[in-house]
């Protein structure tokens, strides 16, 4: 019926049956009954034709569209849904960074963020990876590594700059607790240090000049011009990281206070050379002024060598505890392996010590905790110092500290160059002006045995012991140096045999700061009766694993918190590194603890007071007094000894002694702890507790 309704009106305006008013009043009428015949037809599925066809198939189209918006916003849900159950990428605080250097746009520097796949991360010229684990395990890490095709200054620099930049707030944080808190302590300490910086930069003006002249043909110092290249890379990463992190820090530490972080090692000497040649005249007589000498406790190390059981092959047990302020403890273990060159000349060959692995701090380029493990080309060694004593001030006058060269360039340059414990010694003597150590440095390789040895005669079946134990010597050679600085002078030898020609085929030697060498001994006036230097037979066999070395530093640690109110200080010795190598396995095990010492069993027995303290009981009283670690504590050390701008000495009580010295305590340190007595202390990104295990580092590269 609807249909021929349709049909009909159609007819009606074509043939003119009726009048227009009349048409028109249909045709609206029509148009409603279109519209329900098309929803009708749609709903039953009936086919109509003409008009209303197309009418329908636009509706379709339009309806197919809905459809399919509604199917994709119902997918997107559900996969939505199902992304959220997904495992997602844990990261551990690695971030990654690489330096792209080319002739023609220079440095760009490429941030990977977060990274798992180390591995992956673009070399470029130089790449780095740090993790701030702090917080975890007292340690940040590091590791750099750049490319030999790219050329040694754009290695040097563009390491600096991504060290730098990935570690600016740590270097802004350990800059505020040591330099700028001991610095703006009051106007002693201001023109010391302005007369400090004022020092280090002509002598850095000096140094460029030089290097500039002779690092063509002198290897040493294209080594020391790398260093410094790499210090400005450093300063600039610095500026850039704090700009990128949109922080106002980018220009808070001046060139003169990274040349000062660098030159920590130093400071305590070119402090007393300040306060007798500086302040009171460089023709200071022992009859007008007393002698201002500051001592304060030193690092410790211990080293023991000895065979295995067939004697063929030897293992090294190896100690060291750093000393220093607690608010400087912002650490970080960190490996640099850079392919320089060993000339300035690219067609050199790389420099034999390529992979140097060391404990160290933010912003500083070397180990001022004088700990290295040096990889290379044809070496495995380690090298480790610890302050020396010095009671002759008289030496100094024959120093020139205006040509004097920071121990941690001459240090990075020793390492990198020396093919031997020799070489590295000879590198180390130049420029002996500031940096009072002693040192000990042992050639891994050659703890290991010559196959020769062991080749038996064709004829006899037997081994020629005669000509086996020449070779033996011969290989062992050099296994172990000692060399020892006081102001001006250096005296370094080779001591194999005295540590492997022992009487019980077993030599300890403990080093904290007391002249090895009879020569240094007698030039620095020190009294080494008033010291135990050597253990017995029966302690040096206790020492037979890390575990036994770790008690041994543990127990003769110094805390200077556990001393009575009056009398703290915030200094002491603040981590162990613990390290050792089976040549026969040719295995290494290395592992280090951050913060203040103290004894982590319970049952271990600390020493009687004489024993603990290093000192022979027979001595008077007054004999003990010249223990730096007992008979001194400073005016405000806790806040100077970063710097260790001293001004005047205070002696100790002696029970105060025996619970610094004996009674190390089975707590960790605590900042909160010592709230009161050290408030004024900066150790801003440190941790309240340092309560922390080992930590072994992992490379990547």
Same mark, same amino acid.
């Given at each position: 019926?609807?249909?021929?309704?349709?049909?009909?009106?159609?007819?009606?305006?074509?043939?003119?049956?009726?009048?227009?008013?009349?048409?028109? +009043?249909?045709?609206?009428?029509? !148009?409603l009954?279109?519209?329900?015949?098309?929803?009708?037809?749609?709903?039953?599925?009936?086919k109509?034709?003409?008009?209303?066809?197309?009418?329908?198939?636009?509706s379709?189209?339009?309806?197919?569209?809905?459809?399919?918006?509604?199917?994709?916003a119902?997918?997107?849900?559900i996969?939505?849904?199902?992304?959220?159950?997904?495992?997602?990428?844990?990261?551990?605080?690695t971030?990654?960074?690489?330096?792209?250097? $080319?002739?023609?746009?220079?440095?760009?520097?490429?941030?990977?963020?977060?990274?798992?796949d180390?591995?992956?991360?673009?070399k470029?010229?130089?790449?780095?990876?740090?993790?701030?684990?702090i917080?975890?395990?007292?340690w940040?890490?590091?590791?750099?590594?750049?490319q030999?095709?790219?050329?040694?200054?754009? *290695?040097?620099y563009?390491?600096?700059?991504?060290?730098?930049?990935?570690?600016?707030?740590?270097?802004?944080?350990q800059?505020?607790?040591?330099?700028?808190?001991?610095?703006?302590?009051d106007?002693?300490?201001?023109r010391?240090?302005?007369?400090?910086?004022?020092l280090?930069?002509?002598?850095?003006?000096?140094?460029?000049?030089?290097?500039?002249?002779?690092?063509?043909?002198?290897?040493?110092?294209?080594?020391?011009?790398?260093?410094?290249?790499?210090?400005?890379?450093?300063?600039?990463?610095?500026?850039?990281?704090?700009?990128?992190?949109?922080s106002?820090?980018?220009?808070?530490?001046?060139?003169?206070?990274?040349?000062?972080?660098?030159?920590?090692?130093?400071?305590?000497?070119?402090?007393?050379?300040?306060?007798n040649?500086?302040?009171?005249?460089?023709?200071? $007589?022992?009859?007008?002024?007393?002698p201002?000498?500051?001592?304060?406790?030193?690092?410790?190390?211990?080293?023991?060598i000895?065979?295995?059981?067939?004697?063929?092959?030897?293992?090294?047990?190896?100690?060291?505890?750093?000393?220093?302020?607690?608010?400087?403890?912002?650490?970080?273990?960190?490996?640099? !392996?850079?392919?320089?060159?060993?000339?300035?000349?690219?067609?050199s060959? $790389?420099?034999?010590?390529?992979?140097?692995a060391?404990?160290?701090?933010?912003?500083?380029?070397?180990?001022t905790?004088d700990f290295?493990?040096i990889?290379?080309?044809?070496?495995?060694a380690?090298?480790?110092?610890?302050?020396?004593?010095?009671?002759?001030?008289?030496l100094?006058?024959?120093?020139?500290?205006?040509?004097?060269?920071?121990?941690?360039?001459?240090?990075m340059?020793?390492?990198?160059? +020396?093919?031997?414990?020799?070489?590295?010694? !000879?590198?180390?003597?130049?420029?002996?002006?500031?940096?009072s150590? *002693?040192?000990?440095?042992?050639?891994?390789?050659?703890?290991?045995?010559?196959?020769?040895l062991?080749?038996?005669?064709?004829n006899?079946l037997?081994?020629?012991?005669?000509? +086996?134990?020449?070779?033996?010597?011969?290989?062992?050679?050099?296994?172990?140096?000692?060399?020892?600085?006081?102001?001006?002078?250096?005296?370094?030898?080779?001591?194999?045999?005295?540590?492997?020609?022992?009487?019980?085929?077993?030599?300890?030697?403990?080093?904290?700061?007391?002249?090895?060498?009879k020569?240094?001994?007698?030039?620095?006036?020190?009294?080494?009766?008033a010291?135990?230097?050597?253990?017995?037979?029966?302690?040096?066999?206790?020492?037979n694993n890390?575990?036994?070395?770790?008690?041994?530093?543990?127990? =003769?640690?110094? =805390?200077?918190?556990?001393?009575?109110?009056?009398?703290?200080?915030?200094?002491?010795?603040?981590?162990?590194?613990?390290?050792?190598?089976?040549?026969?396995?040719?295995?290494?095990?290395?592992?280090?603890?951050?913060?203040?010492?103290?004894?982590?069993?319970?049952?271990?027995?600390?020493?009687?007071?004489?024993?603990?303290?290093?000192?022979?009981?027979?001595?008077?009283?007054?004999?003990?007094? =010249?223990?730096?670690r007992?008979?001194?504590?400073?005016?405000?050390?806790?806040?100077?000894?970063?710097?260790?701008?001293?001004?005047?000495?205070r002696?100790?009580?002696?029970?105060?002694?025996?619970?610094?010295?004996?009674q190390i305590?089975?707590?960790?340190?605590?900042w909160?702890?010592?709230?009161?007595?050290?408030?004024?202390?900066?150790h801003?990104?440190?941790?309240?507790?340092?309560?922390?295990?080992?930590?072994?580092?992992?490379?990547?590269?």
């Amino acid at each position: 019926m609807l249909l021929g309704f349709s049909l009909g009106v159609s007819n009606c305006r074509l043939v003119g049956v009726c009048p227009n008013d009349k048409c028109s +009043a249909i045709s609206a009428i029509a !148009k409603l009954r279109v519209f329900y015949f098309e929803f009708y037809a749609l709903e039953k599925g009936i086919k109509t034709a003409g008009t209303v066809l197309k009418v329908v198939g636009a509706s379709w189209q339009k309806t197919r569209i809905g459809t399919y918006i509604l199917i994709g916003a119902g997918l997107l849900v559900i996969g939505a849904f199902f992304i959220s159950y997904l495992e997602r990428p844990e990261y551990d605080g690695t971030y990654c960074a690489t330096a792209f250097w $080319t002739k023609q746009f220079g440095f760009q520097i490429e941030y990977w963020k977060q990274q798992n796949d180390l591995l992956n991360i673009p070399k470029g010229a130089a790449r780095i990876c740090y993790k701030d684990s702090i917080y975890e395990n007292g340690w940040a890490q590091i590791e750099i590594e750049t490319q030999r095709t790219s050329p040694d200054w754009v *290695q040097a620099y563009g390491a600096g700059v991504i060290e730098g930049s990935l570690t600016w707030n740590q270097i802004y944080n350990q800059w505020l607790n040591t330099i700028m808190s001991s610095c703006d302590r009051d106007e002693n300490a201001q023109r010391f240090c302005t007369w400090l910086r004022e020092l280090l930069e002509n002598n850095f003006n000096e140094i460029k000049e030089t290097a500039a002249s002779k690092s063509e043909h002198d290897h040493y110092w294209h080594q020391i011009n790398l260093y410094f290249i790499q210090l400005k890379g450093l300063e600039t990463g610095y500026r850039q990281g704090a700009k990128r992190a949109r922080s106002d820090l980018e220009a808070a530490i001046p060139w003169s206070d990274f040349l000062l972080m660098n030159s920590a090692a130093d400071i305590h000497d070119l402090k007393i050379y300040y306060e007798n040649y500086i302040l009171n005249g460089i023709n200071r $007589t022992a009859n007008e002024t007393e002698p201002k000498n500051f001592f304060l406790p030193s690092a410790t190390m211990i080293t023991k060598i000895y065979p295995t059981g067939n004697a063929s092959t030897w293992q090294l047990l190896f100690g060291h505890s750093s000393a220093g302020s607690y608010t400087s403890m912002l650490r970080i273990q960190k490996r640099y !392996k850079f392919h320089y060159h060993i000339a300035s000349n690219q067609n050199s060959n $790389t420099v034999p010590g390529m992979d140097i692995a060391f404990t160290g701090y933010p912003g500083i380029l070397a180990s001022t905790d004088d700990f290295y493990i040096i990889k290379g080309r044809q070496v495995h060694a380690i090298v480790a110092g610890v302050g020396i004593k010095n009671e002759n001030l008289d030496l100094w006058q024959t120093v020139n500290v205006q040509e004097a060269m920071p121990l941690a360039a001459r240090v990075m340059a020793a390492n990198r160059l +020396a093919q031997s414990r020799r070489s590295w010694t !000879k590198a180390l003597s130049r420029h002996p002006f500031t940096g009072s150590k *002693q040192w000990i440095t042992i050639d891994l390789n050659k703890l290991s045995p010559l196959e020769s040895l062991y080749e038996l005669d064709e004829n006899n079946l037997e081994v020629d012991e005669e000509a +086996a134990s020449i070779e033996r010597q011969n290989h062992l050679k050099g296994l172990v140096w000692i060399a020892e600085q006081l102001p001006g002078r250096m005296h370094m030898k080779d001591v194999t045999a005295s540590f492997l020609e022992a009487v019980d085929n077993t030599t300890t030697w403990l080093a904290s700061g007391i002249p090895y060498y009879k020569e240094i001994l007698e030039a620095s006036s020190v009294n080494n009766e008033a010291y135990i230097t050597n253990l017995t037979a029966a302690e040096s066999r206790e020492l037979n694993n890390l575990e036994a070395i770790d008690k041994f530093l543990r127990t =003769r640690g110094f =805390r200077g918190d556990l001393l009575d109110d009056e009398q703290s200080v915030a200094y002491g010795n603040i981590d162990i590194k613990l390290f050792a190598y089976n040549a026969r396995l040719g295995m290494s095990d290395y592992h280090a603890f951050a913060g203040p010492v103290f004894i982590r069993l319970q049952h271990v027995q600390t020493r009687s007071l004489p024993a603990a303290m290093g000192y022979r009981g027979d001595l008077a009283p007054a004999s003990l007094i =010249r223990d730096d670690r007992l008979s001194v504590v400073v005016d405000d050390a806790a806040e100077l000894a970063e710097l260790q701008v001293i001004t005047e000495r205070r002696t100790v009580r002696d029970d105060m002694r025996a619970i610094a010295m004996s009674q190390i305590s089975s707590s960790p340190f605590k900042w909160s702890s010592v709230a009161e007595k050290m408030a004024t202390l900066q150790h801003a990104g440190h941790p309240d507790e340092w309560n922390f295990g080992k930590v072994s580092p992992k490379w990547a590269w």
